[in-house]
T-cell receptor, first 114, second 113 residues
Framework: AQSVTQPDIHITVSEGASLELRCNYS??????LFWYVQSPGQGLQLLLK??????LVQGIKGFEAEFKRSQSSFNLRKPSVHWSDAAEYFC????????????FGTGTQLKVEL | KAGVTQTPRYLIKTRGQQVTLSCSPI?????VSWYQQTPGQGLQFLFE???????NKGNFPGRFSGRQFSNSRSEMNVSTLELGDSALYLC????????????FGPGTRLLVL
């Protein structure tokens, strides 16, 4: 069964600093990978997705992620964090043939220090 | 284009009652999926409906059910509520059913007392 691991439960960064949130997946074939962000009391907003092709994916709000098959990773990065980026970030995976079922990681809570 | 809407946004019920939550997908989207989010279990897939048919189902008891109407709107029902059903219920819609990008609604927060 496919699974996603987000090793960091909480991360604190200073505003203006760079950010990397880790995500590792478990799946034999190339998975479909997503990053979503959730602000308190809100639903999930899609940041970016990887289906195939270029392994460096650009998303909204200045985020990017890189798919590394050799490391089974899909880490999310941002060169300079803004205070408004404070939220919970979820990595998710899915795969064709299984409908639209997404399997989510446990999430990483990002705190931004001013 | 309007996003995914869910009603109601907040709900308080007591144990043993049943509840129905509603989801209106983005116009033109034919697939609706439901997820449960709790602090202990995180985000878990409940089921997906496409063209009024259940396409996929997660590992939840039969108390959790859903349906989809011809206009793609979906409802989920939880019967005989338990305290552990307290959660944020998220609905997501997508154009088709085969690993399309899913767009989430704001959720319905259910509190079971």
């Amino acid at each position: 069964a496919q699974s996603v691991t987000q090793p960091d439960i909480h991360i604190t960064v200073s505003e203006g600093a760079s950010l990397e949130l880790r995500c590792n997946y478990s799946y034999g074939a190339t998975p479909y990978l997503f990053w979503y962000v959730q602000s308190p009391g809100q639903g999930l907003q899609l940041l970016l997705k990887y289906f195939s092709g270029d392994t460096l994916v650009q998303g909204i709000k200045g985020f990017e992620a890189e798919f590394k098959r050799s490391q089974s990773s899909f880490n999310l990065r941002k060169p300079s964090v803004h205070w408004s980026d404070a939220a919970e970030y979820f990595c998710a995976t899915g795969r064709g043939g299984g409908g639209n079922k997404l399997t989510f990681g446990t999430g990483t809570q990002l705190k931004v220090e001013l | 284009k309007a996003g995914v809407t869910q009603t109601p946004r907040y709900l308080i019920k007591t144990r043993g009652q049943q509840v129905t939550l509603s989801c209106s997908p983005i116009s033109g989207h034919r697939s609706v999926s439901w997820y449960q989010q709790t602090p202990g279990q995180g985000l878990q897939f409940l089921f997906e409906y496409f063209s009024e048919t259940q396409r996929n189902k997660g590992n939840f008891p039969g108390r959790f059910s859903g349906r989809q109407f011809s206009n793609s709107r979906s409802e989920m029902n939880v019967s005989t509520l338990e305290l552990g059903d307290s959660a944020l219920y998220l609905c997501a819609s997508s154009l088709q059913t085969e690993q399309e990008t899913q767009y989430f609604g704001p959720g319905t927060r259910l509190l079971v007392l």
